[in-house]
Each structure stands twice: as structure tokens, then as C-alpha cells.
């Protein structure tokens, strides 16, 4: 997941080449969006379904109360 940028993580994907395709041309759009969102239009096409998370960039995490131990630290 890149600094200040959205993370995706996908499941249903297939372990061959097309996928493997697939999950590189994402990640170059990942890459070239600001805050790294992906909307459906813009993902490939065995990608539009099977999204498992969305993960918030770092920065939206709420600070952690006194004495809990946050991660990454």
C-alpha cells in the first residue's frame, strides 16, 4: 500500500497469467491516481468483482488512546 493512498485487497483472483496481467495494470493505475482510488469502470475487467477490502490510508486512522499499542508503531 503506498503512502496516503487507498489500499485494495482482492480475493477470487486466479493464479495464471491473465490475472497476473490484471493485477499489474491495476496497480499502474493505482499508481497514477492521486489518493490511489479505483473505481469499477477503471479496474480490469476480472477485477470489477472480488473486492475483499478497501483499506483506509494511514493518515484516516484515529490517533490511539493512551496505553494502546497502535499498528504500525
Given at each position: 500500500m503506498a503512502p496516503g493512498k487507498v489500499g485494495y485487497l482482492f480475493g477470487d483472483v486466479s493464479p495464471d497469467a491473465d490475472s497476473a496481467a490484471d493485477l499489474l495494470a491495476a496497480?499502474?493505475?493505482h499508481a497514477m491516481a492521486p489518493e490511489g482510488h479505483l473505481p469499477r469502470a477503471l479496474r480490469p475487467e476480472r477485477l470489477r468483482?472480488?473486492?475483499l477490502a478497501r483499506l483506509p490510508p494511514h493518515h484516516w486512522l484515529?490517533?490511539?488512546p493512551e496505553g494502546v499499542i497502535a499498528w504500525p508503531s
Open positions: 496497480a499502474r493505475a468483482a472480488g473486492i484515529p490517533e490511539a
